[in-house]
């Protein structure tokens, strides 16, 4: 391995079209949020990450520097411009935000082609891969006279650089198929969690009727927990039926050592059933986190689920304030309870009387008044 540092750069600029204007970073897939996905992936293998995006407020929860375009408009090449003007180091990975599967392994083996030529760019038969390749800041220049002269592809600037076009044994590492996948359209979002499933299992149908999700959000102990309950006790008293989710991305004990599920989990059991009288409990091992289309699959026959966690996520929710900086997507905000950070243009409520809040939550989701006969 090629101990000289490189940098890495995800591009997080698009427009973002073709999506319905949701941040495609943040769509998730096996679980996790598109970006969160690839920094994790290249974390090891880089000696520093950082994301270009031109709204950098909706990303500074993920732990790594994030920078504007400095020639902003101009597409892919304005992202690359940026990174190579930031980064550390003389050669610069650098990939799109929509590519689920990235590998960490054959990032860093294209970054070490480059040595040598002013791009290192992978070619899985005829097509390059421009977006999932290593460039030098030697192309600074050359990209801002592209720029200049209106030549916006990134094609064009390899017409006027070396480049190596690296044609490697990729299946020795991933399958090419999947690790150049990028997610443009909603059909792409769809196929990328089937392909991100266990053995490229199929995804269950859609449900008819999967109840709408409300996110509450906020910093550890700002008392997010304490809002469900409040919540959850106020709209059953209006006759709505509720179901909660709690998040635990760090992992949680879901069973009760030394309990007699516990011993049937533990002696190999994959699920796990405790049956009493008027509940039910079931445990099931799983290879990876459910995504919570998978997961509201079991929720249907509800009017709302409220959700707890998924900062990132660009679902409606609400934010607990707290005194410290909250680090998740502003994206799908539009309520506010408490004082404290961060100061947005939001309504704001106080969380001993939620009565207003909870009106806005039965307006925004449109909750039948027919529930509450149910």
Not at 320 to 327: G, L
Not at 351 to 364: F, K, M, Q, S, W
């Amino acid at each position: 391995m090629d101990r000289r540092p490189f940098s890495a750069a995800v591009l997080a600029g698009g427009k973002n079209t073709r999506m319905m204007k949701t941040h495609k970073a943040f769509l998730e897939v096996g679980g996790l949020p598109m970006i969160g996905r690839i920094l994790e992936e290249l974390r090891p293998h880089f000696e520093e990450i950082f994301i270009v995006a031109n709204e950098p407020e909706k990303y500074s929860g993920l732990g790594v520097p994030v920078h504007r375009d400095v020639l902003p408009g101009f597409g892919p090449l304005s992202g690359i411009h940026a990174a190579l003007t930031y980064a550390a180091h003389p050669y610069t990975f650098v990939v799109a935000c929509d590519m689920p599967f990235v590998n960490g392994r054959l990032a860093r083996r294209v970054a070490e082609k480059i040595v040598g030529y002013d791009c290192a760019v992978p070619k899985a038969g005829k097509h390059p891969e421009p977006l999932f390749a290593a460039y030098a800041r030697e192309c600074l220049p050359v990209i801002e006279s592209c720029l200049q002269a209106q030549r916006l592809k990134v094609m064009d600037l390899f017409a006027r650089v070396r480049v190596n076009y690296v044609e490697d044994d990729f299946a020795a590492l991933c399958k090419p198929g999947d690790i150049f996948f990028n997610v443009n359209d909603p059909e792409d979002l769809q196929q990328a969690r089937v392909l991100a499933r266990p053995n490229g299992a199929r995804e269950p149908e859609p449900v008819v009727g999967r109840p709408p999700l409300l996110f509450v959000v906020g910093t550890s102990d700002s008392g997010k927990t304490l809002l469900v309950g409040r919540l959850v006790r106020m709209l059953r008293e209006r006759g709505y039926r509720i179901g909660t989710v709690k998040h635990c991305p760090h992992g949680a004990d879901l069973d009760v050592t030394g309990k007699d599920s516990w011993q049937h989990s533990r002696a190999g059991a994959e699920v796990a059933v405790v049956a009493a009288p008027g509940r039910l409990a079931l445990f099931r091992e799983l290879p990876a986190e459910p995504s919570l289309e998978e997961i509201t699959v079991l929720l249907r026959g509800l009017d709302l689920v409220i959700v707890e966690g998924y900062k990132h996520l660009a679902y409606p929710k609400v934010l607990v304030r707290s005194d410290k900086n909250w680090p998740g997507n502003t994206q799908g905000l539009f309520a506010l309870v408490g004082s404290g950070l961060p100061d947005l243009d939001l309504p704001v409520y106080d969380p001993e009387n939620l009565g207003g809040l909870a009106d806005t939550i039965v307006e925004r989701f449109g909750l039948s008044r027919d529930a509450r006969e149910v």
